[in-house]
């Protein structure tokens, strides 16, 4: 039996290259997406119809970029940040749901819910909370996210709790690409803030790894093994570069540009391991900062 995937967001920042990388490991891939076309269907067509015929698996990635400079943090913009999660993950689980032939559902949520402390490094064993805008959307994405009972003794389901993605096309690194090639690039705030992160080549693989594992089932830590500070990651950024590493963004700076909901996705986070990719025998391209930095400027 063939393998055919359908990528909830495919064809945003993670969607593309994980339906490149899919593709080239022999899946047939169907991305959902606002608009029809060749191997997509809408999100209409997803909540009318249900599942393509033949999808044996399912990932989903849908989510407006929360960290989009060009939209201001309006309440408006704020209800669609929360919708899009929350809403395309819904209709995921009871597409999933009427299929009744899939072997695996994989839904991608934040890890804004691990409330951070400087004395505790988190797995996938430890609680999660909500304390504001970003954790109280992430534990409801998983609520959304999250199976009925009798589907799940069937699925296998998986939950990617996702630092942020660091790839060439998108994402933090698209936002901090020019002013560190100015030279005028830097940490952000203090710069001691934790920053969990994961390689998009290793997001990729880590999706693979728990399509095939039949080990992989609850909740995954997709970050990057090495525990980095926001100062460490922009000074391995600009080494990478060969640009200096001497401007702070301060902090009103930030909260300025972005609101305080958002900023604290930049200004805050958690010491996070990866401990059930790891003890599923997953294995990291990109465990370091520095690796992960020099490769993506390879590719420039």
């Known amino acids: 039996m063939g393998r055919h995937v359908l990528i909830g967001g495919g064809s945003g920042f993670i969607g593309s290259r994980l339906s490149k990388y899919l593709l080239h490991q022999n899946y047939e891939v169907t991305v959902v997406s606002r608009m029809p076309g060749h191997k997509s269907i809408t999100w209409h067509q997803l909540e009318s119809q249900g599942l393509p015929k033949g999808v044996t698996s399912v990932v989903n990635l849908a989510g407006q970029n929360v960290l989009d400079p060009t939209h201001r943090w309006t309440e408006s913009f704020k209800q669609n940040v929360w919708n899009s999660r929350i809403n395309t993950s819904a209709n995921m689980v009871k597409a999933v749901e009427r299929s009744g032939d899939v072997d695996a559902y994989i839904n991608i949520v934040g890890v ?172 990291f391209n990109y465990p370091t900062a520095k690796a992960a930095c020099l490769e993506v400027l390879k590719k420039s």
Request: proline letters at 5%; a neutral charge.
């Open 112 to 283: 804004s819910h691990y409330k951070p402390d400087d004395l505790k490094v988190y797995t996938e064993c430890d609680r999660v909370e909500g304390y504001d805008f970003m954790s109280n959307l992430c534990l409801e994405w998983e609520k959304a996210a999250t199976l009925p009972e009798d589907i799940a003794k069937k699925t296998r389901m998986v939950k990617l709790r996702t630092g942020v993605v660091i790839g060439r096309e998108g994402g933090m690194i698209q936002s901090i690409w020019l002013p560190f090639m100015l030279g005028v690039g830097g940490p952000m705030g203090s710069g001691k803030q934790i920053l969990p992160w994961i390689h998009l080549e290793d997001l990729c693989r880590l999706i693979q790894h728990c399509l095939e594992n039949e080990k992989c089932t609850g909740a995954f830590n997709a970050v990057a093994p090495e525990i980095v500070t926001n100062e460490q990651f922009s000074k391995a950024f600009a080494s990478a570069l060969h640009r200096p590493c001497l401007f702070n963004v301060p902090e009103f700076a930030v909260n300025l540009l972005f609101g305080n909901d958002r900023s604290a996705l930049l200004l805050k986070g958690a010491k996070i391991q990866p401990e059930n990719a790891l003890n599923t025998g997953f294995k």
